[in-house]
């Protein structure tokens, strides 16, 4: 009879944490969860008042922005010659090794061989190739290259975060090669194929912040295989439009890379890029906030940069409620700085976007529909 | 009657996470992220296999 009730209970416990996970999980009612677990209202609706004290005009420097970008390129990229970098192997993408093999693998580590056969499906997928690049400290690191079968001419760029590999956006891929676009997808160097996290001792102490601070160009490594795939691709295709998407730490790379490189038309940094003066803990990645690199830009320089001539945009999303860092409105406090820097030198476009559709670090449908949208109308 | 209307909301929510999901892209970054489904269509099955295994019992004793 005990034995009984106590199997009874477990089915009614069992049957409430079934509806209270749906409602923890769902986007709609986690963002109100999320607003009541709060810790501060700081968080996410209200801003600190200790950023309105700062003046973000005071963060951008008042030199010519050629002068500013080969500053920029020069503590970066060092004596690297940008043009001439090229990926070391073109290939089809190998076949995939045995089903337990890609069942066992982790997000971290997911393989494009294990994910070919879900590519392969796409509307409109003409062709896939791998690039190789070999860079700074040894590292073999890869870029995946989506050739759509109707080519509508412009090209997007996808830059992946840590944590986690461009897998994980396979949808919004998959609708830009649905849209014609030529697609070429990096992870974050350590992620995904190749080399992986832990297996290169000195960039893993890099992302951690315990690497020596006399590497000359401890971020190199970063965009050699930025600068090569789009070199590549350039020689390769006629491209009208170059585009450029990043999540997270793609985003940072986005908004780094677009600013060296003014090939970049439309940049999209998404969920990962505030000017140093009001990043929070979760917000310092080591990597991102190198010390010569910010002595020759800042973040706010980078944003001007990124649109510095007609013809040119940022636009930037954020995750109002994102459990995660970039979170909250705070991206509006320097939108109209940057606008008005860009009117005084005839530049193009800066926008900043809250997206308020959900609580978690991803691009959502909302964010990258208005990405196509934005694309679509500056063709 | 009272652990059918347990099970019945169980499946309720069960479906409706499967729903949207799927019709969100069945992926990830949806509006319901897979390990979503998992844990609530998980949670629908420990219940129900308790108020099976309950029912089991109670026939067994009587």
Redesign the interface.
């Known amino acids: 009879?005990i034995?009984?009730r106590i199997?009874?209970g477990?089915?009614?416990?069992?049957?409430i944490?079934?509806?209270l996970?749906?409602f923890?999980?769902?986007?709609?009612s986690r963002i109100h969860y999320k607003k009541l677990r709060a810790k501060s209202p700081y968080l996410y609706e209200e801003i600190n008042p200790k950023y309105l004290e700062i003046e973000p005009r005071d963060y951008l420097q008042q030199g010519d922005t050629k002068t500013i970008r080969a500053s920029l390129i020069s503590s970066v990229m060092g004596d690297r010659d940008i043009k001439a970098l090229w990926p070391v192997t073109i290939q089809d993408i190998p076949d995939a090794p045995n089903f337990i093999e890609c069942l066992l693998e982790s997000k971290y580590r997911a393989s494009m061989p294990c994910h070919k056969s879900r590519y392969e499906k796409w509307a409109n997928l003409g062709k896939i190739q791998e690039l190789i690049f070999e860079t700074d400290f040894d590292l073999r690191t890869n870029a995946i290259l989506f050739k759509p079968e109707n080519f509508s001419g412009k090209l997007v760029i996808y830059h992946h975060g840590y944590a986690g590999t461009f897998h994980?956006?396979?949808?919004?891929l998959e609708k830009l090669v649905a849209a014609g676009y030529l697609v070429l997808v990096f992870n974050t160097p350590l992620y995904g194929d190749v080399v992986r996290f832990g297996e290169n001792k000195l960039i893993s102490s890099i992302y951690k912040g315990t690497a020596p601070d006399d590497i000359p160009y401890p971020t190199r490594f970063f965009f050699e295989p930025l600068f090569a795939g789009l070199n590549y691709v350039l020689s390769k295709e006629e491209i009208q439009q170059v585009n450029m998407i990043g999540l997270s730490n793609g985003a940072w790379a986005t908004a780094v890379f677009s600013a060296m490189d003014p090939r970049i038309e439309n940049s999209y940094p998404i969920a990962g890029v505030y000017p140093v003066y009001m990043r929070q803990i979760k917000e310092s990645a080591p990597a991102q906030l190198k010390k010569n690199m910010l002595e020759a830009a800042s973040f706010m320089d980078m944003f001007v940069l990124a649109a510095d001539r007609s013809g040119r945009s940022q636009l930037q999303i954020f995750n109002k409620y994102d459990r995660c860092c970039y979170n909250n409105t705070r991206g509006k406090l320097y939108e109209d700085a940057v606008q008005e820097k860009l009117g005084l030198i005839g530049g193009g476009d800066f926008q900043v976007l809250i997206d308020t559709t959900?609580p978690?670090h991803?691009?959502?449908?909302w964010a990258f529909d208005q990405v196509l949208a934005h694309m679509e109308a500056r063709s | 009657m009272?652990?059918k209307v347990?099970?019945s909301?169980?499946f309720l929510?069960?479906i409706?996470?499967v729903c949207?999901w799927y019709q969100?892209?069945a992926?990830?970054?949806?509006?319901?992220?897979t390990?979503?489904v998992f844990?609530?269509v998980g949670?629908?099955f420990?219940?129900?296999l308790?108020?099976w295994?309950?029912s089991k019992?109670?026939s067994k004793?009587n």
């Open positions: 009879m034995f009984q199997l009874g477990f089915g009614w416990l069992f049957s944490f079934a509806v996970s749906f923890y999980e769902w986007d709609t994980e956006t396979h949808r919004h959900h978690r991803k691009i959502s449908h | 009272m652990k347990g099970m909301i169980a929510f069960s409706l996470t949207l969100d892209g992926w990830n970054y949806g509006e319901i992220p390990k979503a844990k609530v949670f629908t420990l219940a129900c308790c108020f295994l309950q019992f109670r004793i």
